[in-house]
């Protein structure tokens, strides 16, 4: 990398967090925060008549999805190299980045010593990554994951979660205590490794074990 100022520019559509970006790197003697915008289109016109080394790009924005909008600005600036910044934090949404031509994903929890390596990384033409989103990555994909065996309560009650019913509503039809439904719909979540009622209906729907 050449001994000379990286130019960056942050997109996000919080200013606290932009504010909060630049304080974290105003001391870097090696970079440059150029400007900041908090839409789409402001960044798609700046860099039309602008050189840019990195863009911190959010997800989440008022006009245009992040993921979309970083394909866009490839194609506009092929030479600029783009660091998706999001709270998001799903692992279809960094794949779709990285294929759309993102340089990285970031979750907005790293520290500003990894902020700082992934930027010099990306600027060096590496693909970065902070540990947490290197995690989620590196986590065996749904798809590819064993069918989890389920008894046959387990396969009761998964298709009334999935219809949207609570724990009480499931132990009434059931005549159960709502303590044992609660206990089967955490030994779903861990047989399927989902973190919430959500992902566990997604991932079993992935596995067709839902009924339509």
């Not at 105003?26 to 990195?54: A, C, H, L, R, Y």
């Not at 009480?168 to 979540?189: V, Y």
């Not at 959500?198 to 067709?208: S, W, Y």
């Amino acid at each position: 990398m050449k001994n000379e100022k990286i130019n960056i520019v942050i997109v996000d559509d919080h200013p606290i967090v932009i504010e909060g970006v630049r304080m974290m790197l105003k001391n870097q003697p090696f970079f440059n925060i150029m400007e900041t915008f908090t839409s789409g289109s402001e960044i798609m016109n700046f860099i039309s008549g602008n050189t840019v080394d990195i863009i911190l790009l959010d997800i989440t924005l008022p006009d245009a999805n992040g993921a979309e909008l970083c394909r866009e600005i490839k194609k506009s600036s092929p030479e600029t190299s783009v660091i998706m910044f999001s709270n998001r934090s799903e692992r279809s949404i960094i794949m779709q980045s990285l294929q759309n031509g993102a340089s990285g994903y970031l979750l907005k929890n790293t520290s500003i010593d990894e902020l700082v390596v992934c930027i010099k990384g990306a600027v060096s033409g590496n693909i970065v990554f902070c540990n947490e989103t290197r995690k989620i990555i590196n986590r065996p994909y749904q798809n590819d994951l064993p069918i989890p065996r389920l008894t046959k309560r387990e396969k009761q009650i998964l298709q009334m979660v999935a219809k949207g019913k609570t724990s009480n509503m499931i132990a009434e039809e059931l005549f159960l205590s709502p303590l044992t439904i609660d206990t089967h719909r955490k030994n779903l979540l861990q047989k399927f490794q989902a973190k919430n009622s959500t992902e566990l209906i997604n991932i079993a729907i992935q596995h067709h074990m839902i009924n339509e």
